[in-house]
């Protein structure tokens, strides 16, 4: 397996697995969570749950993978982060990252992010990580700023819910 679980101070990152059914439902159904997603509307039932999971969990090689946030204090899942749209021969992926609103502001997505993104750089050999953010979403901005991340000067408008929905893409080049 190319995708391996990964540690930081206070957490596991575990890959996602038929055993995380009813959190990626709890995770994925909640308003708040969703609030700033735009590929998808929240999911109603466990089926919708199945989906995610088996997008990740496709036989590698693959362009997509998910960790599931697990704190080692107490084995609580409280989010996900992983990479979309990997493309090896340009070395570039995308990283998507959602958290439950109970642990935000408490630098646990800076943590697991600062793991996945080494991660990235050491194992996947990628040079540009992409960050497509709702241009509203100060806080995620803010968040990968803080790791590094710029804006690279694109606006992405995608239509959701029949209303533009326009993202920054901020980037992070993992050879400097």
Known sequence: MFFKELETDRLFLKNISLHDREFILE???NNEVNRYLFDAEPIADILGADEIINF???SEPRAQHRWILVRKSDGTKIGTCGFHC???SKGFCDIGYDLYPDYWGKGYMVE????????ARNDMKVRDINACIFIEND???????KLG?????QIKDEIFRDEKYPHKILTL???I
Do not use: D, P, V
């Not at 806080?139 to 700023?145: D, R, T, V």
């Not at 991340?149 to 000067?153: A, D, L, R, S, V």
């Open 27 to 29: 995770q994925f159904s």
């Open 56 to 58: 990740y969990i496709q």
């Open 86 to 88: 990997w493309n090896k």
């Open 112 to 119: 697991a992010l600062k793991a996945i993104c080494a991660f």
């Open 139 to 145: 806080k995620s901005i803010m968040l990968a700023e």
């Open 149 to 153: 991340f710029t804006f690279n000067g």
């Open 173 to 175: 080049n993992c050879t």
